[in-house]
T-cell receptor, first 114, second 112 residues
Framework: EPEVTQTPSHQVTQMGQEVILRCVPISNHLYFYWYRQILGQKVEFLVSFYNNEISEKSEIFDDQFSVERPDGSNFTLKIRSTKLEDSAMYFC????????????FGPGTRLTVT | QKEVEQNSGPLSVPEGAIASLNCTYSDRGSQSFFWYRQYSGKSPELIMSIYSNGDKEDGRFTAQLNKASQYVSLLIRDSQPSDSATYLCAATLSGGYQKVTFGTGTKLQVIP
């Protein structure tokens, strides 16, 4: 069964450094998402991406964040200058088409900013 | 603020019993509803989706939707210790590209 994959599983970085989180969505899916979950809190939407552009973003997704689909398979989330409060689990999700609404999540990347 | 609300629990049920998990939502325009299971330290795993009023059954799981009351529920029959997890209720709100808004989750403990 196809799955969303994410790398790395755990990333430790120093405050102010740039990080890139990588995702490979399910191959025939067209809609891509990033969510985050701070420890002990609920899953929060960051951004949605369709047809090679951002379709919606939350208030969390400020100028420090960017997303890219550099090729036909990868979907990346970049944080330019990490802050302590960026420490969280980051989940990538994908959805097949406009007629189906189920989103499937990858295993996540645990980001620790020190 | 458009929200999805859940009781955080924990909800404790004995093995073999029915677990009943509930959720309310504030946006009347919400169209699609989901139940995800999340084990500690893991990602959300989709277990049910429901779009129309009524019941939807899949194995031991039954999702129920009442749009008039803005209420969604999940029943787990014959609960097993492996069902112990946090269950996340989620909805796609009106507008947007179907971003999913999650509740805080209900922690379920199935006691052997």
């Amino acid at each position: 069964e196809p799955e969303v994959t994410q790398t790395p599983s755990h990333q430790v970085t120093q405050m102010g450094q740039e990080v890139i989180l990588r995702c490979v969505p399910i191959s025939n899916h067209l809609y891509f998402y990033w969510y985050r979950q701070i420890l002990g809190q609920k899953v929060e939407f960051l951004v949605s991406f369709y047809n090679n552009e951002i379709s919606e973003k939350s208030e969390i997704f400020d100028d420090q964040f960017s997303v890219e689909r550099p090729d036909g398979s990868n979907f990346t989330l970049k944080i330019r200058s990490t802050k302590l409060e960026d420490s969280a689990m980051y989940f990538c999700a994908s959805r097949r088409s406009g007629l189906t609404y189920e989103q499937y999540f990858g295993p996540g990347t645990r980001l620790t900013v020190t | 603020q458009k929200e999805v609300e859940q009781n955080s629990g924990p909800l404790s049920v004995p093995e073999g019993a029915i677990a009943s998990l509930n959720c309310t939502y504030s946006d009347r325009g919400s169209q699609s509803f989901f139940w995800y299971r999340q084990y500690s330290g893991k990602s959300p795993e989709l277990i049910m989706s429901i779009y129309s009023n009524g019941d939807k059954e899949d194995g031991r799981f039954t999702a129920q939707l009442n749009k008039a009351s803005q209420y969604v529920s999940l029943l787990i029959r014959d609960s097993q210790p492996s069902d112990s997890a946090t269950y996340l209720c989620a909805a796609t709100l009106s507008g947007g590209y179907q971003k999913v808004t999650f509740g805080t989750g209900t922690k379920l403990q199935v006691i052997p």
